[in-house]
């Protein structure tokens, strides 16, 4: 079955840390896009990468980090500087303009 | 002012009823529109796309475009309880390949 997996489901964070979030596709989509949803709002641009090796920032990328070295896979990093990391994390790849999403991460801070 | 913009809602409506969805644009370069709907805790699913040139039926839903007014609707026929969700619109402006997505409208339907 084709589609985008993003895992952990929930990923809990202590002060401090830096955590990872997974996101692979095997869609054969060049695009990929993180986003960020808070509760009741929409969803806000970190990163999104158009081809390997190659990703811009979105309009709240600090505190986050990405990497594309792989065009199946687009990990997002949120570090220590992110203070206020608690939100549902959503990765989407796009094909023919349309974009796709996996299923979430879920980031809580203990 | 925003790219994309949507009534937050609720938008209540009985069950069998036509549900209308609305979002208006800012960008006359806007050349795709998207609907999305959003359960409770789940991740958007694209559910309706058009083009600048017209509009579209599928099945119960029905996306319509108005250029002139710069807005872009949905209509949901013989609405059910399991379409209460929030619905997400978004534009895609192909000269700077930038996609928009409006903050959501929640639509209940009542039984």
């Known amino acids: 079955d084709g589609g985008i997996t993003q895992s952990p489901k929930y990923l809990f964070r202590k002060e401090g840390q830096n955590v990872t979030l997974s996101c692979e596709q095997n869609?054969?989509?060049?695009?990929m896009y993180w986003y960020r949803q808070d509760p009741g709002q929409g969803l806000r641009l970190i990163y999104y990468?158009?081809?390997?090796?190659?990703?811009q920032k979105g309009d709240i990328a600090e505190g986050y980090s990405v990497s594309r070295e792989k065009k199946e896979s687009f990990p997002l990093t949120v570090t220590s500087a992110q203070k206020n990391p608690t939100a549902f994390y959503l990765c989407?790849?796009?094909?023919?303009?349309?974009?796709?999403f996996g299923p979430g991460t879920r980031l809580l801070v203990l | 002012q925003k790219e994309v913009e949507q009534n937050s809602g609720p938008l209540s409506v009985p069950e069998g009823a036509i549900a209308s969805l609305n979002c208006t644009y800012s960008?006359?370069?806007?050349?795709?529109f998207f609907w999305y709907r959003q359960y409770s805790g789940k991740s958007p699913e694209l559910i309706m796309f058009?083009?600048?040139?017209g509009d579209k039926e599928d099945g119960r839903f029905t996306a319509q475009l108005n250029k002139a007014s710069q807005y872009v609707s949905l209509l949901i026929r013989d609405s059910q309880p399991s379409d209460s969700a929030t619905y997400l619109c978004?534009?895609?402006?192909?000269?700077?390949?930038?996609?928009?997505f409006g903050s959501g409208t929640k639509l209940n339907v009542k039984p």
């Open positions: 989407a790849s796009s094909f023919q303009g349309a974009q796709y």
């Open positions: 869609l054969n989509h060049d695009a």
């Open positions: 990468s158009q081809i390997v090796n190659d990703f």
């Open positions: 960008d006359r370069g806007s050349q795709s």
């Open positions: 058009i083009y600048s040139n």
């Open positions: 978004a534009v895609l402006l192909y000269n700077f390949n930038k996609f928009y």
